[in-house]
């Protein structure tokens, strides 16, 4: 076979492993916004279907014997990508049966529904065989592709963001928790911005949270937003981007941040040149470069007084009230302890994520099992935020990741967050007239700064190196704090 039928025959197994993601991510999909709950059992035997039929189709040994090929030919920037990118998925993948990659999508199916009802119970026991069943299996599967002595966290990692290591996370979370913690010990005592105080119709804010998405940049004739428990974003094919959100009646401002959060997501997917689809180089180069995109337009930009200049004129439209834009703004960014990390500012989101990493690393060291969570989780938060919930449903029940046995997925937040502020900065220094465009409500500048500099690099490098490309050689952890202190400690009358 010739390097130029091995391609071709590359890009044919691609668009089919492509297209057997997307309908995983359609009924996954359609678990969380559609489903009735007694579905459940039925959804986890087509998913298990449809994850081993993929399994099945990446280790065919002919697609190892495609690869040999070509990792010895000339390629260009975009085949040589797509070898990396599938290289990486084969080799993994390889190592684990079918049968537990089959198992394992059951279990994941039998474990959202679950979780959602032991939330809303606030019933940890009744969601503790579940997260016990979810445990096992990872631990199962790492064993399978564990080929040295490597840390079992690290093999986790690598399926979400590829080069970060438990090292490289231990001396991010070293350096960031005790600047965060200079923050908050200087913002304590003092008396911040004022909550927004109210109930708002539900149905005006799915009207305006639909206008600003669209303002964004979001294309409904290319995707759709729904409401969901937990909001996610999921990108089924071109053209088919899907994000959710949960609206909250007291909850104006949480609500609006989670929609333009997952519209963050959103527009990383629909950026994603069509030329690169179905090639093993047409996705994301990392879920944390993923997330950079989300916290990006909901922090930098959706929490900015520029921002709010834009808004104030559309909640009138929308809920019929008037506020104030430095009111806005400073409930926007009120720095408080709290529970719950979908809530939470931006100074102190990073410490929730400092907690699941640690408590994960001690569930895959053998130091936890899933009975000890919920007073892990209070012992946690106290000493690492200060408070403390004495139910599981504000507690280790709140995030649906677990559920969906995505461990190691929290530390890509945090580095979202790191990666969001340097591009920012750089941003900023290209673009000094940012402000005055987004208090005028045009984002496409930006949107188009974004798709020239991370949409459409797709995974053609890696996201370190796509991040470094765009922003030059920065000190992430830097940048991250600096526009913290700028933004809240300016907000809060204290400075560094």
């Given at each position: ?13 691609s668009?089919?492993l492509?297209?057997?993601e997307?309908l995983?991510?359609?009924?996954e999909?359609d678990?969380?916004?559609?489903m009735?709950r007694a579905?459940?059992?039925?959804r ?11 399994h099945?189709?990446v280790?065919?040994p002919?697609l190892?014997d495609?690869?040999?090929i070509?990792?010895?030919a ?17 080799a993994?993948?390889?190592r684990?049966?079918?049968e ?5 999508a059951r279990i994941?199916?039998a474990?959202?529904?679950?979780w959602a009802k032991?939330k ?10 579940h997260l016990?069943?979810l445990?096992?299996i990872?631990?199962?599967t790492?064993?399978?592709?564990k080929?040295?002595?490597a ?6 990692l ?13 001396d991010?979370f070293?350096r960031?928790?005790?600047e ?11 008396e911040?911005p004022?909550?927004?105080e109210?109930?708002?119709?539900v ?18 004739e ?11 974003t ?5 053209g088919?981007?899907r994000?959710?959100?949960h609206?909250?009646p ?6 609006l941040?989670g929609t ?5 997501h959103?527009?990383?997917?629909q950026g994603?040149?069509?030329?690169l689809?179905?090639t093993p ?8 470069l993923h997330?950079s995109q989300s916290?990006?337009w909901?922090?930098t930009?959706g929490?900015s007084?520029?921002f709010?200049?834009w ?6 439209k929308?809920v019929?009230q008037?506020?104030?834009v ?10 408080e302890?709290?529970?719950?990390r979908?809530?939470?500012?931006e100074?102190?989101y ?7 990493y640690?408590?994960?690393?001690r569930i ?7 009975a000890?969570l ?12 200060g408070?403390c919930?004495?139910?599981?449903e504000?507690?280790?029940l709140q ?7 995505m ?5 890509s ?15 900023l ?9 987004v208090e005028?409500?045009?984002?496409a500048p930006?949107?188009a700064?974004?798709?020239s ?5 797709a ?15 920065r000190?992430h952890?830097?940048?991250l704090?600096?526009?913290l202190?700028s933004?809240?400690g ?7």
């Open positions: 076979m010739t390097p130029t039928q091995a391609w071709d025959q590359l890009r044919e197994r668009t089919e492509t297209a057997l997307g995983m991510g359609l009924v999909w678990q969380q916004v559609m009735p579905g459940a059992l039925a986890g035997e087509q998913l298990s279907l449809l994850s081993g039929l993929h099945d189709k280790v065919d002919a190892s495609i690869l040999g070509l990792s010895e000339d390629l260009d920037p975009i085949q040589a990508a797509s070898v990396r990118n599938l290289g990486r998925t084969v993994r993948s390889a684990v049966p079918s537990l990659v089959r198992r394992g994941r199916a474990s959202f529904p679950a032991a809303g119970d606030d019933d940890f026991a009744s969601f503790q065989p016990e069943e445990v096992a990872t631990k199962e790492i064993a399978h592709i080929t040295d002595q840390d079992d966290y690290d093999v986790l690598e399926a979400f963001d590829p080069g970060s290591t438990v090292a490289d996370l231990d991010m070293g960031l928790k005790p965060l913690g200079k923050l908050l010990d200087a913002i304590d005592g003092v911040g004022a909550r927004l109210g109930s708002w119709s149905e005006s804010q799915k009207r305006l949270h639909h206008e600003v998405a669209q303002a964004l940049g979001f294309s409904y290319q995707g759709r937003l729904d409401d969901s428990e937990h909001p996610f999921v990108g089924i094919a071109p088919d981007v994000i959710t959100t609206i909250y007291e909850g104006l401002l949480s609500g941040s333009i959060h997952e519209t963050g959103g527009l990383y997917e994603i040149p069509l030329d689809h179905s180089a047409g996705g994301a180069a990392s879920f944390g997330e916290r990006f909901e922090n930009i929490r007084r520029a709010c200049v808004l104030a004129p559309l909640l009138k929308h019929g008037d506020f104030d430095d009111a806005l703004y400073g409930a926007s960014n009120r720095v302890r709290s529970l719950i979908v809530f939470a500012d100074a102190t990073n410490l929730h994520i400092a907690v699941r640690d408590l994960e690393r895959f060291s053998g130091e936890l099992s899933a000890d919920p007073e892990a989780w209070r012992e946690a938060y106290r000493e690492t935020l408070v919930s004495e139910d599981d504000h507690g280790v995030d649906v990741h677990w559920a969906g046995g461990f190691a997925y929290f530390p937040y945090t580095l979202g967050n790191l990666y969001a502020a340097s591009l920012g900065a750089k941003l220094e290209e673009r000094p007239q940012l402000w005055e465009e005028r409500g045009e984002f930006t949107l700064w974004l798709r500099n991370i949409h459409h690099k995974h053609l490098q890696d996201a370190p190196a796509i991040v470094e490309a765009a922003a030059g050689e000190d952890v830097k940048d704090v600096e526009y202190w933004r809240h300016a907000l809060h009358g204290v400075s560094r």
